[in-house]
């Protein structure tokens, strides 16, 4: 495995502030949750209690049949999130990253904190996006990792335990590379562009991993465990660690939780892959909520182009549509997302002509 310590892409200072570690917080048994995790505001939200209301399951063996291709591309366009089963990653591979992950949060915080990140880095175990001392704060904690290229890994903040750790994400970030590809591919036979032509931007990805760890919370209904956003990502597989929920998408102005099927990778559509598909695709504003009893664990794994790529309509779709957003180098585009806070869908506004 690559052992280099090297710059990750290129960005200005960005200087999040250092906060307490809420696993730790979690662990005192608060009465009182300190104001700074408190959010008002998520008390008049409607969360939808329709269980029939599900992000489609698109199951990856069958995507060679045009019916599958076709709850791909609805699934694309019109929730923007699809639960994907059968989607070729072996389950060792799977069942040993989520211990592995689970190991690390487990270990006593002055182990974890040999990983901590440091000033102007994203990297590392701790928090991102928090800018001010009066900032709200999410409920949870996250150990942040560039997994390809493998130039891109500084191995300063790659856990030494468990001892199988750095192994066993190695393994994971190069299947779920295959997984991402393969979706594109079927991506851009939907969007009637080249596969080749896009397939080529993802070639050598830049792909980062966010392991979360939401604590279970007392006033839990008073508590985001992740601010409402869309990802900066063209896709994202998210791995659910254990069986609690709490991943919820906006969809008809309500909040819908996810209720996630065992072995499968939660998907949704980036800004870059709606930006990339002029409109065509959504990335949809979504959360995370905490329990008021479990602890939740998930890993998301963010696919990005090719560094020194850049960011706009595909060509080929506005040969006749006019372009809905802007063209920008990758390298401008992520800057914007690492120095703004978690809100909303700003980066899509952001790029809109």
């Not at 639960?83 to 974890?112: C, R, S, W, Y």
């Not at 956003?229 to 994202?236: F, I, M, Y």
Request: with cysteine; net charge negative.
């Amino acid at each position: 495995m690559e052992t280099m310590v090297q710059s990750t892409v290129p960005l200005e200072r960005f200087g999040y502030l250092p906060v307490e570690n809420v696993q730790a917080l979690a662990s005192k048994n608060p009465k009182n949750i300190p104001s700074r995790y408190i959010r008002p505001e998520i008390e008049s939200d409607v969360v939808s209690a329709d269980e029939s209301l599900q992000i489609p399951v698109i199951d990856m063996s069958k995507l060679d049949h045009d019916d599958e291709q076709n709850k791909l591309h609805f699934a694309c366009k019109d929730w923007g999130f699809f639960q994907l089963i059968n989607h070729g990653v072996a389950d060792e591979v799977v069942e040993k990253m989520k211990t592995d992950a689970q190991e690390f949060f487990n270990l006593p915080l002055e182990e974890k904190m040999v990983c901590a990140q440091v000033p102007n880095h994203i990297e590392g175990y701790g928090q991102v996006f928090v800018f001010s001392e009066n900032q709200k704060l999410d409920w949870n904690d996250m150990l942040f990792l560039w997994g390809q290229p493998l130039h891109l890994r500084n191995t300063r903040f790659w856990p030494n335990n468990p001892p199988s750790f750095r192994a066993t994400l190695d393994k994971y970030t190069m299947e779920l590379h295959k997984v991402m590809i393969q979706l594109m591919k079927l991506i851009a036979k939907n969007l009637g562009t080249d596969p080749e032509m896009l397939l080529s931007l993802f070639e050598k990805e830049v792909q980062a991993i966010r392991m979360n760890y939401y604590p279970p919370c007392a006033e839990a209904s008073k508590v985001v465990g992740a601010s409402p956003h869309s990802d900066a990502s063209a896709l994202t597989l998210l791995l659910h660690v254990n069986e609690v929920e709490g991943l919820q998408i906006k969809r008809d102005q309500k909040w819908v939780p996810v209720k996630p099927i065992p072995g499968a990778f939660t998907v949704n559509i980036g800004d870059i892959l709606e930006i990339m598909s002029n409109g065509e695709y959504q990335s949809v504003l979504h959360r995370a909520v905490v329990n008021p009893e479990k602890e939740r664990m998930s890993i998301a794994s963010f696919h990005n182009l090719n560094m020194g790529s850049q960011i706009g309509p595909l060509q080929d779709l506005v040969k006749t549509n006019k372009a809905l957003y802007r063209t920008v180098p990758i390298e401008e585009f992520q800057r914007w997302k690492l120095t703004s806070k978690q809100d909303g869908n700003s980066m899509i506004s952001k790029m809109k002509l």
